[in-house]
């Protein structure tokens, strides 16, 4: 790893005795073993103990490189302790052994290899094997025994794995499937009377669904990237399209304080409102040539009672302080993840699991009341209905995993199992 070679390249130390065991393991002594090889066993004066491989023609270009990113980014030399690897803030390790592993794959190495550095974290090449200590070797020798001989393709992908994955593999077609719909049906134009002058809650409804389109889009290219901070915080956004969704459906009144005065409030005929006291109140909106009166806003929560399902309710509750957890600054998601190294990780990224499930069951949701507006016809109900059935099956076989975890703590599984239940496929 680049990461050890640079914090371990300025520290000083003394090579250890050539009696002393062996620091590889090996059981010989230091000078019948490692000390034959072209490195050394140094130690330093807390007693720590590191190999030092000496420092090549092409390390010492690749030094001067990372010296000269130091000096674009910060305009001056690097002095004491500056670091010099500037990549380990874009690139959680992590990252680095993922791209390395599709890097070989790419390159078509043999698979054998690839699951070695897996396991060993080194490459082994003609040009570093006399850098490695025979204890080091034998890991590598072990590792590609261990793939000869099959067991790890077994062990590869457990039951409940292949299950995830054919799950995930929903988040690309319900983009498919929620852009179809829109594509194919027409929104219904007529107005509510008393509510909104300028959109039907069809087209309402249909704008929720275009937007929702393009943030799966965004997650799925998140997820892909395994960025799955950024796709956990944009699941809170399709949650919302959902509320926003159920609200215009169930109160298309409140359209004209959704619509109408926002964009009275851009163009001038509206203002806020001001209290007896003078200062503005930001919660209602009033149109300046008839005094009428808007709400400027309504709760999340306040939206969720409007669905009219039993299992919205426990969803919002649970799930919606938690997703906003990852918007807003909160003490609990901002401690950096220990690593199983000493080392702590701040570029480390959240379960991209719970990121996908959410995104599928909110996109669901969407699609689900997208398709119950009148103006939707019985073929296209049958065809997306098709769709929210497999997703539901999936989704739920996946979930009764977790029945037997006793401590489903929340009753988050539970909550989600009775959302996914009432989806109408
Ligand atoms: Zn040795």
């Known amino acids: 790893m680049p990461r050890a070679v640079a914090k371990k390249a300025n520290r000083k130390g003394k090579e250890i005795s050539k009696r002393a065991a062996c620091p590889c393991e090996s059981g010989k002594r230091y000078g019948e073993c490692c000390a034959l090889k072209q490195f050394k066993w140094v130690v330093d004066e807390e007693g720590e103990v590191w190999k030092q491989i000496p420092v090549s023609r092409e390390l010492d270009e690749v030094n001067e490189a990372l010296i000269a990113g130091f000096r674009k980014v910060f305009g001056r030399e690097p002095v004491g302790d500056d670091p010099l690897m500037l990549a380990k803030y874009l690139y959680s390790p ?68 292949r299950l995830y994955a054919g799950l ?15 594509d194919r049906a027409s929104p219904s134009r007529v107005l509510t009377a008393g509510g909104s002058a300028l959109v039907s809650v069809d087209q309402y409804v249909f704008l929720c669904g275009l937007r929702a389109v393009r ?92 669905s009219g399902r039993k299992a919205d309710e426990p969803l919002f509750d649970l799930l919606y302080p938690h997703l906003s957890s990852f918007i ?21 990224e959240d379960d991209p699991g719970e990121a996908a499930f959410y995104s599928i069951l909110f996109g669901v949701m969407v699609l689900d009341e997208v398709r119950s507006l009148g103006c939707i016809d019985a073929r296209l109900k049958k065809d997306v209905g098709f769709a929210l059935g497999r997703v539901r099956r999936k989704g739920l076989k996946l979930l009764r995993l977790f029945r037997s975890v006793s401590e489903d703590k929340g009753g988050y599984f539970k909550a989600l199992r009775e959302r996914l239940q009432e989806v109408s496929a």
């Open 168 to 182: 995930m593999l929903e988040l690309p077609n319900l983009i498919i499937v929620l852009g179809y719909l829109l």
């Open 94 to 161: 992590d990252d680095i052994s993922r791209e390395t592993v599709n890097a070989m794959r790419r390159a078509g190495m043999d698979p054998a290899q690839i699951h070695a550095y897996e396991k060993t974290g080194r490459i082994l090449t003609e040009q570093n094997v006399a850098f490695l200590s025979d204890g080091e070797l034998a890991e590598w020798d072990a590792a590609l025994d261990e793939y000869r001989s099959g067991s790890v393709q077994k062990a590869r992908q457990s039951a409940n794995q």
């Open 215 to 306: 943030t799966l889009r965004s997650i799925c290219a998140l997820l892909e990237d395994h960025r799955t901070s950024g796709a956990l915080a944009l699941s809170r956004s399709l949650f919302e399209l959902y509320l926003h969704i159920v609200f215009v459906k169930a109160f298309p009144v409140h359209l004209i304080d959704l619509v109408d005065a926002q964009l009275g409030l851009m163009t001038g005929t509206h203002a806020f409102a001001l209290r007896t006291n003078g200062e503005v109140d930001r919660r209602t909106i009033v149109e300046t040539a008839t005094g009428r009166r808007f709400r400027a806003g309504f709760s999340h929560f306040r939206m969720s009672r409007a």
């Open 328 to 348: 807003h600054p909160s003490f609990f998601n901002l401690v950096p993840q220990p690593r199983d190294t000493d080392e702590v990780d701040d570029l480390s």
